[in-house]
């Protein structure tokens, strides 16, 4: 289990706890944050896309390739940007910022 906060794009925050080995973009549409995930996280778009810290960004890695291909066509893409299907929930997402991007 992690425990992690949500900043959303009104700047409101919400506290989200979800299950080891869930994708983080499921955990974050079953706490009605609001995401499209229009592919449903087969990675074929990028409208999961989040904004993590640092820390946590440092935490998980570099974005596959693939990935990384999708974010470019994300909007608001900053240095910390992942694609949220490509997350699996796990102890380094515990007390981590994420921050979803302006439209």
Same mark, same amino acid.
């Given at each position: 289990?992690?425990?992690?906060?949500?900043?959303?794009?009104?700047?409101?925050?919400?506290? $989200?706890? /979800? !299950?080891?080995?869930? +994708? =983080?973009?499921? *955990?974050?549409?079953?706490?009605?944050? #609001? $995401?499209? /995930? !229009?592919?449903?996280? +087969? =990675?074929?778009? *990028?409208?999961?896309?989040?904004?993590? #810290?640092?820390?946590?960004?440092?935490?998980?890695?570099?974005?596959?390739?693939?990935?990384?291909?999708?974010? #470019?066509?994300?909007?608001?893409?900053?240095?910390?940007?992942?694609?949220?299907?490509?997350?699996?929930?796990?102890?380094?997402?515990?007390?981590?910022?994420?921050?979803?991007?302006?439209?």
């Amino acid at each position: 289990m992690a425990t992690f906060t949500i900043v959303d794009r009104d700047g409101s925050k919400k506290e $989200i706890t /979800a !299950a080891d080995g869930e +994708s =983080l973009m499921e *955990a974050v549409l079953d706490n009605d944050v #609001d $995401i499209e /995930a !229009a592919c449903e996280g +087969s =990675l074929a778009c *990028a409208t999961c896309h989040l904004v993590l #810290d640092q820390e946590t960004y440092d935490k998980l890695g570099e974005p596959s390739e693939d990935e990384t291909d999708m974010l #470019d066509l994300a909007f608001g893409l900053t240095a910390t940007s992942r694609l949220s299907c490509q997350i699996k929930v796990s102890p380094e997402l515990d007390g981590a910022t994420i921050t979803v991007p302006e439209e």
